[in-house]
């Protein structure tokens, strides 16, 4: 990688860190957070964790998964920046892993293969999320929750479950990454709109998966001017941007680079939040008010409790109008099957 690109990498980690700088702060003073990847040692976990290892942030870095841990934390543990890294193997060592942690981060699961939709992935997912909230609701039961393993509009309401059941529940600290949405709905929008990416904002809503993402490409800026018929075909590569990975792999997985990449953003943003930053907004799928469905993805504003405050829609496009309007059923059932699960196994 070339330098300027590392630097580039690098600032866009480490914002928060310069932010609390000009605040009054000096380096030294930044908190100590201490953030958790559960499935570590995955295909997102592994380049997540090297991301997380780049941002000043973070001063304990706790890498678990079932098996690989070990080789993943003392690669990783080398690189020079200021987080202290460990590997934890094993259920056995969950427990050790969340223990004091700020933000728990969760890309455990299966990935699809072709011809798969995300739902396919509950049988196996639904499970592990369960297990892996149950020890959060023990260790560390006021960490920031940031699921990334799907299906995400049914884990999401399962954790909540969980967490109600074990007493530890807190709206705020819970949160389905939904950041891959908008990193893709920026990329393709600017691709079309020939504006500079680095620039675009597109707030993507709904949930995460198929026709429930909803980008709101009538809000994006800058203003591309494009037609309806462009706005309708990013709304579907969008909506479709999974499904395009996964066909790519042919086999071999899901997104995990761009979601590796994404997680990171999510991430970075609630330290920053918890660290008194202020106007870090970001969409999240979350319990919400914003429509009927209990939890909806939506901009959020992050702070020192995790979700300051959620954000409406804001003005939709008939176009928007009508695909909130159609996923509204199928994200009901994907969030009812989550909490079923949660409450009968
Ligand atoms: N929210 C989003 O936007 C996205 C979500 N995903 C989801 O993320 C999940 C992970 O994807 P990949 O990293 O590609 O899969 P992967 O199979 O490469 O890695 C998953 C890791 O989880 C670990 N794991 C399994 N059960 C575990 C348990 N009980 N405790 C701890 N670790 C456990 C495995 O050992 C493995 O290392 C999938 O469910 C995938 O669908 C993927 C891309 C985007
Ligand atoms: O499509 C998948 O299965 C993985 C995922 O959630 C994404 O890439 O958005």
Redesign the pocket.
């Known amino acids: 990688m070339k330098p300027s690109i590392l630097r580039s990498v690098h600032s866009a980690l480490t914002r928060g860190s310069s932010q609390i700088s000009r605040r009054g702060y000096g380096s030294e003073a930044v908190p100590e957070r201490k953030v958790a990847i ?2 570590a ?5 592994q380049p997540l964790s090297l991301l997380m290892k780049l941002n000043p942030l973070v001063s304990n870095l706790a890498l ?5 841990t070990p080789g993943v934390a003392a690669d990783v543990s080398h690189i020079n920046t200021r987080s202290e890294v460990a590997g934890y193997q094993g259920e056995e060592e969950l427990g050790k892993a969340l223990e004091g942690s700020d933000v728990v981060i969760i ?6 293969k072709p011809g798969m939709t ?1 739902d396919d ?1 509950f049988n196996i ?1 639904a499970g ?1 999320v369960k ?2 909230c149950t020890a959060i609701a023990k260790y560390c039961p006021n960490a920031l929750v940031n699921m ?3 299906p ?1 509009n049914s884990t999401v309401p399962i954790a909540a479950e969980v967490f109600k059941k074990a007493g530890t529940y807190n709206e705020k600290r819970l949160f ?6 908008v990193v893709r709905a920026k990329t393709f929008y600017a691709g079309k709109a020939k504006v500079p990416v680095a620039e675009v904002i597109v707030p993507v809503v709904g949930g ?1 998966a198929g026709i429930t993402i909803l980008p709101l490409f009538s809000q994006a800026t800058p203003n591309g001017n494009l037609t309806e018929e462009y706005i309708k075909a990013l709304t579907k590569r969008t909506q479709d941007g ?1 499904t395009e990975v996964v066909e790519a792999k042919a086999g071999k ?4 680079l761009s ?1 590796a990449y ?1 997680g990171a953003i999510f991430a970075d943003a609630c330290l920053k939040g918890l660290n008194g930053v202020p106007d870090v907004v970001e969409c999240s799928f979350v319990q919400s008010s914003v429509t009927e469905l209990p939890f909806f993805a939506s901009k959020v504003r992050l702070g020192k409790n995790g979700v300051e405050e959620v954000l409406g829609l804001g003005p939709l496009s008939d176009f928007e109008k009508q695909g909130l309007e159609s996923l509204k059923p199928e994200l009901q059932s994907s969030i009812e099957k989550g909490i079923k699960f949660a409450n009968q196994s």
Do not use: F, K, Q
Request: glycine share 20%.
């Open positions: 559960l499935g040692a995955g295909g997102i976990g678990y998964d079932l098996a690989a890309p455990a699961g299966v990935p699809r995300r992935l997912n592990i297990n892996l990334i393993s799907n995400v389905g990454v939904t950041t891959l949405d995460h999974g997985g899901s997104a995990t979601m994404a």
